[in-house]
């Protein structure tokens, strides 16, 4: 069975850093292209980054480029984002996702979820 298991999230100030992790189990993780959605209070879920099953191909949406890095460890069989430079419009429940060979890009594209960890940057 697939499972994937978010953890990292906590109570930074702003300018601060944080670092999400996702530990998967029960498939051929290399397999699967890795990405990040992110949910703030009262939004709908969006899109933060992504990268490919080999770890050599990373998406960024707009708003993190240059602060936030994707990476794979695909031994360990983990997915990691490294976030800098945060703001407080950066708090969000923060969802590692999985899709076979393609980044997902879009909720309906994701094919399982973690559980979801909570970031929160204090102004």
């Known amino acids: 069975q697939v499972q994937l298991v978010d953890s990292g999230g906590r109570l930074v100030q702003a300018g601060g850093s944080l670092r999400l992790s996702c530990a998967a189990s029960g498939r051929t993780f290399g397999n699967y292209a890795m990405a990040w959605f992110r949910q703030a209070p009262g939004k709908e879920r969006e899109f933060v980054a992504a990268v490919s099953g080999s770890g050599v191909n990373t998406l960024y949406a707009d708003f993190v480029k240059g602060r936030f890095t994707i990476s794979r460890d695909n031994v360990q069989k983990t997915v990691s984002l490294q976030m800098n430079s945060l703001k407080p419009e950066d708090t969000a429940v923060y969802y590692c996702?999985?899709?076979?060979?393609?980044?997902?890009?879009?909720?309906?594209?994701?094919?399982?979820w973690g559980q979801g960890t909570q970031g929160t940057v204090a102004s």
């Open positions: 996702a999985e899709r076979l060979f393609v980044y997902p890009t879009t909720e309906g594209e994701v094919t399982d």
